[in-house]
């Protein structure tokens, strides 16, 4: 599967942004942080992956959750 097939799907409008911009920077930025410490952090703690379809399994459980 593609992006441009996943986005529709999702309802998720795909932009692009200025390059060299540090608003954008910024926001990108302040995004994977939150990513890495709801997540990443977390999972890991829990439990070992072995391979990347079980990570994608827990991701995926975990947006249900929410």
Same mark, same amino acid.
Request: one cysteine or more; glycine letters at 2%.
């Given at each position: 599967?593609? #992006?441009?097939?996943?986005?529709?799907? %999702?309802?998720?409008?795909?932009? /692009?942004? *200025?390059?060299?911009?540090? *608003?954008? %920077?910024?926001?990108?930025?302040? =995004?994977? /942080?939150?990513?890495?410490?709801? =997540?990443?952090? #977390?999972? =890991? &703690? /829990?439990? &070992?992956?072995?391979?990347?379809?079980?990570? *994608? /399994?827990?991701? *995926?459980?975990? &947006?249900?959750?929410?």
């Amino acid at each position: 599967m593609t #992006v441009t097939y996943i986005l529709p799907i %999702n309802d998720i409008d795909h932009t /692009k942004t *200025q390059a060299m911009s540090l *608003q954008t %920077n910024s926001i990108c930025e302040y =995004f994977h /942080k939150t990513i890495l410490q709801e =997540f990443y952090q #977390v999972t =890991f &703690r /829990k439990k &070992r992956y072995h391979d990347l379809e079980a990570l *994608q /399994k827990t991701g *995926q459980l975990l &947006r249900l959750l929410q």
